[in-house]
């Protein structure tokens, strides 16, 4: 989909169509209510309202999104409601049947959060996970029982704190879809501090991309949803993107 991106908001990337595409595949959003919560110029919430959603509504921090995904939902005639703000808090009080997030997780110089335009995208902390973390704390305050959650993610935030952190909230968690890519500029720009820090090996100039889903519980067979197990087969994803588009 031809998406406006204005200056300083994130070009939906590699992570950006692998979790889409394990949405749409996956029947995750028809007939469901949709929240895309870091949205940037709302690749995802717009896949959602074209995969037939019964309501998408998209969040981000930052006004340049909100006004790009404003902006692309009319361009397509897709209706997506979009707030400013931070993670949940413009939408509490409301319940969604799927979250999606491909929230920032680049590995960063420290701790301290960016607050200005495209480093607020990708940078997640010093191990990447302070975004990822309140995602997986804060979720189930949105979430409708019966509930969705899918997020991107890079392998060197590790995915199994990921799963444990969605288990933890009282979720059925676990890996979807992995796929390896070569780096992009931002992590190249990052390689040799990734390198000392021993997240990455010497040379390491490729990243596993991870898409983690989670569901509230009380589905007994997580495999079958929609009676068809290829929808989550997650070998398929190892042969895809190999083009291996990733941060930046
Ligand atoms: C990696 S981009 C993903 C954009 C889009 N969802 C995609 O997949 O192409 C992460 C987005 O999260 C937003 N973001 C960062 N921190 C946030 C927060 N605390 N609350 C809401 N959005 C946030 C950024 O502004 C950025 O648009």
């Given at each position: 989909?031809?998406l ?5 908001v994130?070009?939906a ?6 979790v889409?595409d394990l949405?749409c595949r996956?029947g ?8 895309d919560?870091?949205?940037g110029?709302?690749a995802?919430a717009l896949a959602a309202a074209r995969?037939?959603a ?7 921090l930052?006004?340049r999104?909100?006004v790009a995904t404003?902006l692309?939902?009319r361009?397509h ?5 979009v707030?400013?703000?931070d ?11 799927l ?21 607020r995208?990708w940078?997640?902390?010093?191990d ?13 305050g949105?979430?409708?029982?019966r509930?969705?959650?899918l997020?991107v993610h ?5 995915a199994?704190?990921t799963?444990?952190a969605?288990q933890t909230s009282?979720l059925?968690?676990r ?5 390896t890519v070569?780096?992009g ?9 990734l390198e ?15 898409v983690?889903?989670?569901r509230?519980?009380g589905i007994?067979?997580?495999d079958t ?10 070998r398929?994803?190892?042969a ?9």
């Amino acid at each position: 989909m031809m998406l406006l991106r204005l200056p300083g908001v994130y070009r939906a990337e590699g992570d950006t169509e692998m979790v889409t595409d394990l949405m749409c595949r996956g029947g995750f959003a028809h007939g469901r209510d949709v929240l895309d919560v870091g949205t940037g110029s709302g690749a995802l919430a717009l896949a959602a309202a074209r995969a037939g959603a019964a309501t998408v509504t998209a969040v981000d921090l930052s006004l340049r999104s909100v006004v790009a995904t404003w902006l692309n939902s009319r361009l397509h005639g897709l209706p997506v409601s979009v707030r400013q703000g931070d993670m949940f808090t413009p939408v509490t009080g409301r319940r969604f049947d799927l979250v999606v997030a491909n929230p920032p997780y680049v590995p960063a110089e420290t701790d301290v959060l960016p607050r200005h335009r495209k480093a607020r995208c990708w940078d997640g902390g010093s191990d990447g996970r302070a975004v990822l973390d309140r995602v997986c704390a804060e979720v189930t305050g949105v979430l409708a029982p019966r509930g969705d959650v899918l997020i991107v993610h890079s392998g060197l935030c590790d995915a199994d704190l990921t799963v444990a952190a969605l288990q933890t909230s009282g979720l059925d968690a676990r890996v979807l879809a992995r796929c390896t890519v070569p780096f992009g500029p931002v992590m190249h720009g990052r390689a040799v501090m990734l390198e000392t820090r021993g997240l990455i090996r010497p040379g390491q100039r490729t990243e596993e991309l991870v898409v983690v889903g989670a569901r509230n519980r009380g589905i007994r067979n997580w495999d079958t949803r929609n009676g068809d197990t290829r929808n989550w087969d997650t070998r398929n994803w190892d042969a895809r993107n190999g083009d291996g588009r990733g941060h930046g």
